[in-house]
T-cell receptor, first 118, second 109 residues
Framework: GAVVSQHPSWVICKSGTSVKIECRSL??????MFWYRQFPKQSLMLMAT?????????EQGVEKDKFLINHASLTLSTLTVTSAHPEDSSFYIC??????????????FGPGTRLTVL | RKEVEQDPGPFNVPEGATVAFNCTYS??????FFWYRQDCRKEPKLLMS???SGNEDGRFTAQLNRASQYISLLIRDSKLSDSATYLC??????????FGSGTKLNVKP
């Protein structure tokens, strides 16, 4: 139980394009989903917290107009990197947390999306 | 001061050794504690939650010391497959997870 999927697993795009990443909780309803970014050899950095049906809460220094988050249902959250630039190249990981099927206080991570912007 | 601090390591140990990691947290009101492991270029995977009374899962034992604000992870009889980065995670205010920067473990044959 408590499986989280992410799609795509990797993406290469040109500078200036937008990229959408999906995060799904497959066997539980996720009341909260988190989006992280991780640069090589660095720790996970929380970008934003999203609750189903409400606006995401962004961490300091994360531009909400650049990283659009939509959490339209209890099993799906999307992150759209708008007008991506090479410095946005990173490993983006989502996690989900929920009630039945998943421990409420535990986070379960998706497999991550490796974004490379040329 | 960081919310969660860990020794980055690396800890280089031979197979079969016992190794322990500590993690300190700054907020005394933190509610829940976890150890995750992360393999290179992969997502973190939950290893175990840490309970006040301490808990054990096979070769892994986790302890919580609220008075001193640290949690520990003990790995007995290390295997090559234990090589990974171990992340300490603390939950605060029911919705805020803080991650340590991770402790790297290399188990050598």
């Amino acid at each position: 139980g408590a499986v989280v999927s992410q799609h795509p697993s990797w993406v290469i795009c040109k500078s200036g394009t937008s990229v959408k990443i999906e995060c799904r909780s497959l066997d539980f309803q996720a009341t909260t989903m988190f989006w992280y970014r991780q640069f090589p050899k660095q720790s996970l950095m929380l970008m934003a917290t999203s609750n189903e049906g409400s606006k995401a809460t962004y961490e300091q220094g994360v531009e909400k107009d650049k990283f659009l988050i939509n959490h339209a249902s209890l099993t799906l959250s999307t992150l759209t990197v708008t007008s991506a630039h090479p410095e946005d190249s990173s490993f983006y990981i989502c996690s989900a947390r929920g009630g039945s099927g998943g421990g409420y206080n535990e986070q379960f991570f998706g497999p991550g999306t490796r974004l490379t912007v040329l | 001061r960081k919310e969660v601090e860990q020794d980055p390591g690396p800890f280089n140990v031979p197979e079969g050794a016992t190794v322990a990691f500590n993690c300190t947290y700054s907020n005394s009101a933190s509610q829940s504690f976890f150890w995750y492991r992360q393999d290179c270029r992969k997502e973190p995977k939950l290893l175990m939650s840490v309970y006040s009374s301490g808990n054990e899962d096979g070769r892994f034992t986790a302890q919580l010391n609220r008075a001193s604000q640290y949690i520990s992870l003990l790995i007995r009889d290390s295997k090559l497959s234990d090589s990974a980065t171990y992340l300490c995670v603390v939950l605060y205010n029911f919705n805020k997870f803080y991650f340590g920067s991770g402790t790297k473990l290399n188990v050598k044959p």
